[in-house]
């Protein structure tokens, strides 16, 4: 079939399938219809972008598909009729619809009409029947209004004849003195007084209020008068009353306004307090602070007489023995300030922590006898104070009421700590000169520092009783001021020195400058140290005298600590605008440069112990070795010092494991620069100019000896294999691992020049110029022929990183790693202290950088295997095999 009737036939059956009209739906109205009518699966026809070609291609894809044409457009068919039946369905069914929501809409309206009807009819009855109720109660609310306000009038006129008759009955009673008839009156008066108070504006209810007022302010003149007659030493009038009489009139004194009971008061407590304001005046020997004691006994004394005599006379809640005492609080403490600014001059220090402690017992005494009450203390409010020992605080609401006129003089007894101080401070620097028996103390940390901490204590406590405020601050600073001597006087003081013929004068100069200058004590001591160990013939540090440096070590951590702990301590106990004031910074920083010191010392004598194994390690013959033996003798005396003196400085610092770390990064940070330039000294090259193999090896052999004692350093003469820490041990074989790889660029031949060059840079490649030309120097090349092999390094280096020859070097290529698991020490902070650390060893650099690309390191493999005559180097190998031998 062509194309062309295809295409006929195709737009016949979309004739057939869809209509001239079309309807057009929104994508939201589409949307609800696909979900209305979602099916499993979906008719292609009802997609919102269905094409009727693609639609009759894809039923009839090919010429042979068109042979079901008929029975698709038969199918179809069905499908259009069934559609049909179904709209028309539908539409019938939406015409029935329209008329029955229509009748429901008419039946509602009419329920709607009804209910309003009723509404309406409800409305107009309950408006009739409260007309009704309104016509039944205008009477009764007339009525009710009425009996108000006769009530009102009756009361009223009770009240009236109430004032006009207590008026006349309390002006007879108060002729009388009968108070304790008056009370109930006067109280039921001020009352209705108070009732009339809105009719003020009439005549004669002013004048009866005046009249009130009048009897109130005759009362107060008339009671006061009869107290004072009362309590008179030499009455003057016959009406002196009893204590029954007085203490009526004290309860109507309490329904009188306040200022009078305050009057009342003031004269009262003046008149009980007169005595004591004669026998301790300022003129007397018995008010000065010795005889402190002696105002707080007349006090009790007073009080119990007082409450024993008056007691019942004045009503409880007027706390009249707690006014006497507060009276008594503030006349002292007057006193008290006025008598020792006079005398200031003989006061000592225990005369007045005699006073403060009797003051502060009185205090604690009277704030458990009264409530405080009258001083307007709350419990939110009451001030806390430490006891002595230290035990849980108790509350005191008197605290200071007598103890404030102190605090302009607690100078005195910060001078009296200042002094107590020194005089421990030279007990301690006498301690510190004798021998220190570490074994019977059985601890390292001198007792010294344990008791000065424990002075500390003491006196911060104490302090803290008199005042938390300015003299606490200043005990602070005193105690820095210490802190600093203990450091220099006896730590410092106490570690030993190595004197020389030739550097005595030195020493003498270097402790006068440690002690000049306690603000610089870094650069003094590091310049003292210095002074000890590099001048003239240095010797040796005996045993002792390596524990006694161990011992301030430790001690010197201990105060670190401890300082921290002092320094937050005050903080804590000190007011607020002072805390802040309080830094120990410099102190600490003090202990760190001690620890620093120390450990460089330990370092230094280590180190000395090897120098001369050193120097003979360069006066060997080394061209003139014929054969390959065990380790030389130089390594054995190196390894007999360090186990010699480690195990000592090991045990020492048991209790401080990461200063001893410490100690060894620092050591091989200083060794192993040292035994590198030493070995550039040794010469292995014979008179006829060639490498004396056997003598490489054998220094190669003690070279890879002196790294496994080093790596056993931290351990060495333990009973107790201990792996040394990780960061250590790789600064070890990474170190001594270069030492190696000289030795062999020194065995590789010059010749040819090239070959030799790129060996060179392959075993080390961060070596500098001034490092080549010590290893051109070992090898015996003269001058001329080192500037040749100069230039061609520095020819071949640029080369090959202009070039890009140079790879990184793989994990399998560096040289291998001895496994080391790390201790319980902080490995972080022992290499971040190792890396600071400055030694004094003398080293040759070069002021050319060093390159920043790095070379590949292996063995000696293909070429460089030969010499330059193209010979195996066997020797290499030998050496090698007796290497795996000895070291597995």
């Not at 057009?24 to 589409?30: D, G, L, M, R, Y």
């Not at 003051?359 to 709350?378: D, H, I």
């Not at 200071?400 to 700590?417: A, V």
């Not at 031949?749 to 060059?757: L, N, Y």
Request: with cysteine.
């Amino acid at each position: 079939m062509s194309e062309a009737a295809v295409a006929t036939d195709q737009d016949a059956i979309a004739g057939q399938m869809i209509s001239n009209n079309k309807i057009h739906f929104s994508k939201e109205v589409k949307q609800v219809i696909d979900k209305v009518l979602k099916t499993d699966e979906q008719d292609p026809m009802d997609a919102p972008d269905f094409n009727t070609v693609e639609y009759i291609n894809q039923l009839f894809p090919n010429e042979q598909s068109l042979a079901n044409i008929d029975e698709t457009i038969e199918r179809m068919q069905c499908d259009v009729s069934l559609i049909d039946d179904n709209i028309r369905s539908v539409v019938r069914g939406q015409t029935n619809t329209g008329q029955d929501g229509q009748l429901a809409l008419c039946e509602a309206q009419k329920v709607i009409s009804s209910l309003f009807s009723h509404i309406i009819d409800v409305k107009t009855r309950a408006e009739r029947t409260e007309e009704m109720v309104k016509e039944i109660t205008r009477d009764i609310k007339q009525l009710d209004c009425a009996k108000r306000n006769l009530t009102s009038a009756i009361t009223t006129l009770n009240h009236l004849h109430m004032l006009v008759g207590g008026i006349e009955s309390l002006n007879e009673l108060i002729e009388r003195r009968a108070y304790g008839e008056i009370l109930n009156p006067l109280q039921a008066i001020t009352e209705v007084n108070q009732h009339f108070q809105q009719y003020s504006d009439i005549e004669e209810i002013k004048n009866l209020s005046q009249s009130v007022d009048k009897i109130q302010v005759t009362l107060a003149q008339q009671i006061t008068e009869d107290f004072k007659e009362a309590f008179a030493s030499k009455p003057t009038t016959q009406h002196r009353l009893g204590f029954n009489q007085l203490a009526d009139a004290c309860k109507v004194m309490s329904v009188l306004d306040a200022k009078v009971k305050k009057e009342l008061l003031k004269w009262f407590i003046a008149q009980q307090l007169e005595e004591y304001m004669q026998l301790f005046h300022e003129n007397q020997d018995i008010a000065w602070l010795d005889k402190i004691d002696k105002r707080y006994a007349w006090l009790k004394r007073h009080l119990l007489d007082f409450e024993d005599k008056y007691g019942p006379v004045f009503p409880l809640n007027w706390e009249v023995s707690e006014r006497i005492t507060v009276e008594f609080c503030r006349q002292t403490r007057q006193q008290l300030s006025q008598i020792m600014s006079k005398r200031a001059n003989e006061i000592d220090v225990r005369l007045l922590l005699f006073a403060i402690n009797k003051t502060q017992a009185f205090e604690q005494l009277l704030s458990k006898r009264f409530t405080g009450v009258t001083l307007g203390a709350s419990t939110a409010e009451q001030t806390r104070v430490l006891t002595a020992t230290e035990q849980p605080l108790t509350q005191t609401v008197f605290h200071d009421q007598i103890g404030q006129c102190f605090k302009p003089h607690l100078d005195i007894y910060i001078r009296s700590i200042d002094r107590n101080l020194a005089e421990l401070l030279e007990k301690f620097i006498e301690m510190s000169k004798e021998p220190y028996k570490f074994a019977e103390a059985k601890t390292t940390v001198y007792p010294s520092s344990g008791d000065l901490f424990v002075f500390y204590k003491k006196c911060m406590v104490q302090c803290n009783q008199l005042s938390n405020e300015q003299p606490m601050y200043e005990l602070a600073l005193v105690f820095k001021k210490y802190l600093r001597e203990y450091a220099a006087k006896v730590l410092e003081g106490s570690t030993p020195k190595l004197v020389t013929s030739s550097t005595g004068s030195s020493i003498g100069k270097s402790v006068s400058l440690l002690t000049r200058d306690m603000q610089n004590l870094s650069t003094a001591a590091g310049q003292v140290f210095h002074n000890f160990l590099k001048e003239g013939d240095v010797q040796r540090f005996q045993r002792d005298d390596l524990v006694r440096i161990c011992c301030v070590l430790t001690t010197g951590e201990y105060c670190l600590e401890t300082v921290q702990q002092l320094e937050d301590k005050l903080k804590e106990k000190v007011t607020a605008p002072y805390a802040s004031k309080i830094d120990m910074s410099e102190e600490k920083d003090v202990f760190h440069r001690i620890i620093s010191n120390c450990i460089q010392l330990l370092v230094q004598d280590l180190e000395t112990g090897c120098d001369a194994s050193l120097q003979a390690m360069a006066k060997v013959p080394w061209q003139q070795i014929s054969n390959v033996g065990d380790q030389s003798a130089f390594i054995s005396s190196i390894y007999s010092n360090f186990k010699q003196t480690v195990p000592t400085i090991r045990d020492t610092l048991a209790s401080s494991r990461k200063y001893f770390t410490q100690f060894c990064h620092r050591f091989v940070a200083a060794f192993i620069p040292k035994f590198i330039n030493v070995l550039y000294r040794c010469k292995l090259t014979q008179s006829d100019g060639s490498n004396n193999v056997l003598g490489c090896e054998q220094l190669l052999l003690d070279t890879h000896s002196l790294k496994t004692a080093l790596l056993e350093l931290p351990s060495v003469g333990s009973s107790v294999n201990r792996k040394a820490p990780t960061s250590y041990t790789k600064v070890v074989v990474k170190d001594m691992t270069r030492a190696e790889m000289i030795i062999k660029v020194v065995m590789t031949p010059v010749q040819p020049p090239a070959h030799f060059t790129q060996q060179v840079l392959k075993l080390l490649p961060d070596i500098t110029i001034a490092e080549y030309q010590k290893i051109l120097d070992m090898k015996a090349v003269k001058r001329v022929d080192q500037l040749q092999l100069i230039d061609l390094f520095k020819h071949t280096a640029s080369a090959a990183a202009v070039s890009g020859l140079i790879e990184q070097p793989t994990q399998s290529e560096e040289e291998p790693v001895p496994a080391a698991e790390t201790t319980d020490e902080t490995d972080t902070t022992v290499s971040a202290s190792a890396e600071s650390t400055t030694t004094n060893t003398t080293t040759t650099s070069s002021s050319t950088p060093k390159r920043a690309f790095i070379f590949s390191v292996g063995s000696f493999t293909g070429n460089a295997d030969r010499n330059a005559d193209g010979s195996s180097q066997t020797g290499i190998r030998k050496l090698e095999s007796l290497l795996k031998k000895r070291f597995p």
